[in-house]
């Protein structure tokens, strides 16, 4: 079972990057799927979810109103669509699938990770 993270890039702050998880070994349709970043020194915090269906999603205050989850279940994949980047967006940015049908803030509520994939943005 594997979520592979990809997308991600060097862009300048005010930027867009498209982020993709693809997953493969299993399907995930009736899970929740989420997207966590980490700056290094930081704890690794939530930045969005999304339900099995799509039809819930969740974002942190910090990107709400920039970023914008979805997911395709046909193709297995979950995307982060993150617009008018800051600097302060800079980390590696994990796909995770969730245990339930709903997406949680909290990384204990997934058991199944991607590698992760860098993030920076320039100022």
């Known amino acids: 079972v594997q979520l592979q993270a990809s997308g991600g890039g060097l862009v300048q702050a005010g930027g867009s990057l498209r982020l993709s998880c693809l997953a493969s070994g299993r399907t995930f349709t009736n899970n929740g799927m989420g997207w966590f970043r980490q700056a290094p020194g930081k704890e690794r915090e939530f930045v969005a979810g999304v339900s099995w269906r799509g039809g819930s999603t969740y974002y942190a205050n910090s990107v709400k109103g920039r970023f914008t989850i979805s997911r395709d279940n046909a193709k297995n994949t979950v995307y982060l669509q993150m617009n008018s980047l800051k600097t302060e967006d800079t980390a590696v940015y994990y796909c995770?699938?969730?245990?339930?049908?709903?997406?949680?803030?909290?990384?204990?509520?997934?058991?199944?990770w991607g590698q992760g994939t860098q993030v920076t943005v320039s100022s």
């Open positions: 995770a699938a969730a245990r339930s049908s709903y997406a949680s803030t909290a990384p204990t509520q997934y058991n199944y």
